[in-house]
Structure formats: structure tokens, C-alpha cells
């Protein structure tokens, strides 16, 4: 009888561990070459990066080699198989998508190493529930959100571009949540941040701006703003 529980414990320990992993990097295959033909692209970053992937039911997985395709939404991952797949989004509670170096040691001064993206923001016009958009900040007075979009697009028959196949055209937009959820679509620029904040705060958002010289151009200072927007 003894001997029966162990077996039956470890086929179920193995079931659960089977469960788990499958959820945890479970999704459709990535199809190849779907956008052949179309100029630009529909990817956040060109090149492979790791990400930090954190499922709601199998924990967290670590450097998780991704690309992510922000014209669909959907993250594709290389799964333990080494098969490349687009993750169930049901099952991601965030992920932490790192900035390839490349752009680090080469792109415009203020950028992060590392953009969290979360799902839930469907109160933004546009934005589904299972959307992943990228958490600059959030805290009880404010949150804010930036949603990219590799937008597809086809010139009009008279158009006098180059190419009249199609293209990507990438975008970024901004969102200002309050604490009742009320949107409001900004620009990362610092007058038009403090112009969007409730009136109350807009005296003590100067004061913050000023004390640290903050740029809200620059994703850094975004984050160190509305943290210590958000501590007042």
C-alpha cells in the first residue's frame, strides 16, 4: 500500500510538473515568413532578446529568448523544444522584455534596459483585455501606459511613393490612467505630462520636475517622475 502512494504521488507530482511546463511556454507555432514582401517591420525589436516571463500558474521563467510582434500582439518565444511558438497570453501575468544591447549602447540617451508589460488595461480605447502594453509606472494616482503598434499599411493607387506594396509603420502611443480610471492620451513631453495631471498636482509635478531636472521626454525620467509623483 505504502509503495501504491509513492507511485501514485510521483505520476502525479510528473503530471503537475508536465502541466506546468506545458502552460508555462504552451502556444500556437510560429508561422515563418508571414509578412514576406512587406517593407519594415512588425516587431517591437528586429533582433532576438531575453525576456523574464512570469505565468499566472508555473511561476517565473528566466531569459526566455523572444521576439516581440507588437502589429498582432504576441510574443513569440522559443519554447524547451527549441521550437519557436506565440505564447498563450492567457496564462502571462507580465513579462520583462530586455532592450537588446545593441540599442542600449546605441540608441537615444534615457532609454531602459528593460520595459514591463502587463495586460488589464482595457479601460484604454483600443486596448483588448489580453493586450500587453508597456507599464512605465503605476501607482494609486497614477499610472501610465504606452501601447506600440506596428501599423500595416498600403499607399492609395495614386500615391506617388516608391513602393506601392505594403509597409509597416510603427507606433507609439501614450496614456495617463488616474485613480478612477479615468484615459487620457499624452505626449512624453514635459509640459503636456503636467498639463494632463488633476490640477491639484500640477504645482507639486513642477516642483519634481525642477528638484530632479527631469526631461519627460526620456523614458528614465518618466518612471522617476511618476514615482515620486505617486510617493506625494
Known amino acids: 500500500m505504502k509503495r501504491l502512494l509513492i507511485i501514485v504521488t ?4 510528473h503530471l503537475s510538473v508536465a502541466q506546468i511546463s506545458n502552460v508555462n511556454m504552451n502556444g500556437a507555432p510560429a508561422r515563418l515568413n508571414s509578412y ?3 517593407e519594415g517591420s512588425p516587431y517591437l525589436f528586429e533582433d532576438w532578446s531575453t525576456a523574464d516571463i512570469n505565468t499566472i500558474n508555473g511561476g517565473l521563467k528566466e531569459d526566455v529568448a523572444y521576439k516581440f510582434n507588437v502589429h498582432d500582439n504576441v510574443l513569440e518565444v522559443v519554447n524547451e523544444a527549441g ?5 498563450d497570453k492567457d496564462f502571462i501575468d507580465y513579462a520583462v522584455l530586455k532592450r537588446p544591447s545593441i540599442l542600449i549602447a546605441t540608441g537615444q540617451e ?3 534596459p528593460n520595459l514591463l508589460f502587463k495586460k488589464g488595461f482595457e479601460m484604454v480605447k483600443g486596448v483588448g483585455p489580453k493586450d500587453l502594453v508597456n507599464v512605465l509606472s503605476e501607482g494609486e494616482k497614477y499610472t501610465l501606459i504606452r501601447k506600440f503598434y506596428s501599423d500595416l499599411v498600403t499607399p492609395p493607387k495614386n500615391s506617388y511613393s516608391p513602393t506601392l506594396g505594403q509597409s509597416f509603420v510603427f507606433e ?4 495617463l ?3 478612477d480610471n479615468n484615459v487620457e492620451s499624452v505626449r512624453n513631453k514635459t509640459n503636456n505630462i503636467i498639463k494632463s495631471l488633476h490640477e491639484e498636482d500640477q504645482a ?3 516642483d519634481i520636475v525642477k528638484e530632479f531636472k527631469l526631461d519627460l521626454s526620456r523614458e528614465d525620467h518618466l518612471t522617476i ?3 515620486k509623483l505617486n510617493e506625494t
Open 83 to 87: 521550437n519557436t511558438i506565440y505564447l
Open 36 to 38: 514576406s514582401g512587406v
Open 10 to 13: 510521483m505520476l502525479v507530482t
Open 225 to 227: 517622475f511618476f514615482q
Open 172 to 175: 507609439e502611443n501614450f496614456y
Open 204 to 206: 507639486v509635478a513642477k
Open 110 to 112: 534615457g532609454l531602459l
Open 177 to 179: 490612467i488616474d485613480s
